[in-house]
């Protein structure tokens, strides 16, 4: 993501995600999989990147977490859980590694919703503006140096790994821009309500 520039002196700037987050006996087997490939590939990424499936990151002011929060919790309201079948590993040459999402469309459709709904609150400025995944994955290990990717997905490419987990609901992640940690905000339960009110017209 760029450099921020262009902000409001006095407002704190956050970095946020949106993310699935697979179950505690799941989240075990990844991390085990990731401090493998941060110990044989001295990966610091591997290490504290934690395991979710990414649907948009993006930075915005603080003052409008309020107004986010009240769009995504739409969005989970109307969303139905679905299943994530994760099958062994793919890269994104020279940088990532990660594990594949087999089960793509759901995950893709939901991040259209956001997308759609929510897109405008989540643009800081033009050179900030969301970044909405529609190459669903689970990274392993990502800002590889290059003889880290080499290697590592030399043997990643031949590993295998299975896992799935019922996507109930969605979590919003934040840090302050340039820090390590996220903390969680929110945790958005999908519902599968018959939401009727169009696009636009609940917050307009």
């Given at each position: 993501?760029?450099?921020?520039?262009?902000?409001?002196?006095?407002?704190?700037?956050?970095?946020?995600?949106?993310v699935l987050n697979p179950h505690k006996e799941l989240w075990?087997?990844?991390?085990?999989?990731?401090?493998?490939?941060?110990?044989?590939y001295k990966s610091d990424h591997a290490r504290w990147g934690r395991p979710h499936v990414t649907l948009v990151n993006f930075v915005q002011y603080g003052m409008m977490e309020d107004r986010i929060i009240n769009r995504l919790n739409a969005v989970a309201m109307a969303q139905y859980p679905f299943k994530i079948e994760l099958k062994d590993f793919g890269s994104f040459p020279s940088h990532t590694i990660y594990i594949n999402v087999t089960t793509k469309i759901p995950v893709q459709?939901?991040?259209?919703?956001?997308?759609?709904?929510?897109?405008?609150?989540?643009?800081?400025?033009?050179?900030?503006?969301?970044?909405?995944?529609?190459?669903?994955?689970?990274?392993?290990?990502?800002?590889?140096?290059?003889?880290?990717?080499?290697?590592?997905?030399?043997?990643?490419?031949?590993?295998?790994?299975?896992?799935?987990?019922?996507?109930?609901g969605m979590l919003l992640l934040k840090?302050?821009?340039?820090?390590?940690?996220?903390?969680?905000?929110?945790?958005?339960?999908?519902?599968?309500?018959?939401?009727?009110?169009?696009?636009?017209?609940?917050?307009a």
């Open positions: 993501m760029k450099t921020i520039i262009d902000t409001i002196p006095g407002y704190r700037v956050y970095e946020y995600l949106v075990e087997k990844i991390m085990k999989v990731k401090e493998e490939f941060a110990e044989e459709e939901l991040t259209k919703t956001i997308r759609a709904e929510a897109q405008r609150l989540m643009k800081l400025n033009d050179d900030n503006k969301p970044h909405f995944i529609l190459e669903p994955h689970l990274t392993v290990a990502r800002k590889l140096q290059p003889w880290q990717y080499e290697k590592g997905w030399l043997e990643y490419s031949n590993k295998n790994f299975t896992g799935r987990f019922i996507a109930d840090r302050p821009v340039g820090e390590m940690k996220y903390q969680i905000v929110k945790r958005f339960e999908f519902q599968n309500l018959p939401v009727v009110t169009k696009q636009g017209e609940l917050f």
